[in-house]
């Protein structure tokens, strides 16, 4: 297992620098330009003079080299500078944001805690709600349990966040007024009332990605159940005089999770980046936020910086789900 | 074994009904036999005749719904399992009754090791701590033949080839020393060669711990070789019922005389064509009013048609549901009195 989780690490590195490629050079194709919002009366030659400034008059090759060593070694100096208080990184240049003309990754930093807690929270809620529901609604097929959970999931995988989001706005902040329609993320929490604030400012948002989620994945839960419970070992665990407790929640819900597990693990990376739509939604000015403004004001390395590290977490998250796949099931063997 | 010892398990007209929303399938019906200490009862039929479906519902191993169980009864050490809650019958299963499925490639489960799944029931019935079960498992290994037992303890049920994983389901279900075997096609999924080594396996087992079996296959072969006596089961019905011998001897039902003609013969002359029963066995929507058998029988009479034959004893320990009589070539009397008598009837 060592072995094979070192061999994919390293099969992982060209992955990477391939995907960055292929993102630099779409980006680099992409219409678009930095210098778009500049007033008209700037004369272009100074406008010209403002692309240079950026680094935009080098060579493609140049430009993504730069940034390569930029991301892989000026950053983690810098991440290393911070924790240890060394001063590797001083006096190099970092990736910076056309727009705020600031580090991209102190941006990312400041974005990400917002991002964590309401998409992360989210994923967390939609997992412990969905798995005994799947587990429930299976075991009492075509119960009116399973009705209304199979009718809710079907809601919520079909209708699209932006559509319950908005929904929900109208009818809870609009209509009845009972939480706020903008996400406020300089409210601190420093008493009850304040986090009662903070509460009721995320409920929203959390509930729309949960539903969503949860509707999935106890979708994914269920038909495991499903297949498992018509298995021929259930029928030996019964024969062998278990209780219904252990021949569901120790026989079957074992190899049902195998397939839910890596449905999981696999949906982690979203977290990250498949929030972006709801981010916008409800204003959290998450990660996801920050993209799409990246992308509106052609900020090619915010964009770039920003879908790379998505690409890391999805590699990095198939191979958990991979690894787990292992540990799950012992059939399964990667040397 | 003696003639006259109790019964281990005694079934009364037993009925399993199957309610789905396509309606209803009786798929077993009015089955009776009893079971005597050590003796191995073979029970054959072809696919559909409801031998594994008879010996589920009687120990609950049938969801229910869709299954409905009735009878008069199935005493099992005095206790009635028809009217036994779901937790006596789960510490009867795995405890007193023990079972063997056809296919043992599927019926371990394979998430857990082979030891963890001997040791739950000892746990469970025998009330053993991890210890104490894991020597039993041991020795349990050991009993059914399988080499270098403590260590194999740790693998998974995909490192065992399908004749040793049938070897384990088999030291599951003699774990907590059953008073009955219940072996479902046991051999089925087996090649020959590894039936046979199962087959002596539970001759040597039957031997050293003498616990009565129910040994359910469509194969007549090892039926011959291993059973004290024979069920045959057509339709969700025992139509003839007899000493092995007997059996082979002289079977005088229709169906198990087609079925002793379908084994080809490996010696003397090859014959032209392999013998068939033409036509398909019978899915029931009701209660059979007639001889389920009569539309691929041979024999069948204008009676058969009219009234579902019960099982008429002709001595020897030997019974027949069959109106036609083999030994005199003709209908039964009593058939031919009934349909007398219903003539006279329709007439007057």
Redesign the interface.
Known sequence: MLHYTIRRLLISIPTLLFISLVIFLLLDLAPGDPMASIPLTVPPEVKEKMREALGLGEPVHIRFLNWMYQFFVVEPQVLIDHIFGTGFAEGKQRIISFQSRSPVMAVVAERMPQTLWVVGLSYIFATLIAVPIGIVSAYRQYSWFDQLGTFISMIGFSIPTFFSGVLLIVVFSVILGWFPSIYDTTLEVTDWSSFLQQVKQMAMPVFVLTLYNAAQVSRFMRASMLDNLNQDYVRTARAKGMSERVVVLMHVLRNSMIPVVTVIALGVPNIFGGAIITEQVFQVNGLGQMLITAIYASDAPMVQTLTFIFAVLIVLFNLIADILYGILDPRIRYD | MADGAAPVLDVRDLKTVFKTRAGSVHAVNSVSFSLKPGELLGVVGESGSGKSVTMMSL?G?IPSPPAQVTGDGVNFGGIDLLKASDDE???????RI??V?Q?PM???????TVGYQIM??LR??MGMDKRAARKRAVELLELVGIPDAERRLKD?P?QFSGGMRQRV?IA??LACDPEVLIADEPTTALDVTIQAQILELMHELREKLGMAVIWITHDLGVIAGIADRVLVMYGGQIVEHAPVRELFKHPRHPYTRALLKTVPSVRGEREERLEVIEGQPPILRAEPSSCSFAPRCPFAFEHCLRENPPRFDIGAGHDAACFYDFETGAPRSSATAMAKEEAQLDAG
Do not use: C, W, Y
């Open positions: 120990i191993l019958l789960r510490s009867i299963r795995g405890a023990g079972f499925f296919d599927t019926s371990l489960n394979p998430v857990f739950e029931p469970k019935h998974f995909h389901m599951i279900a």
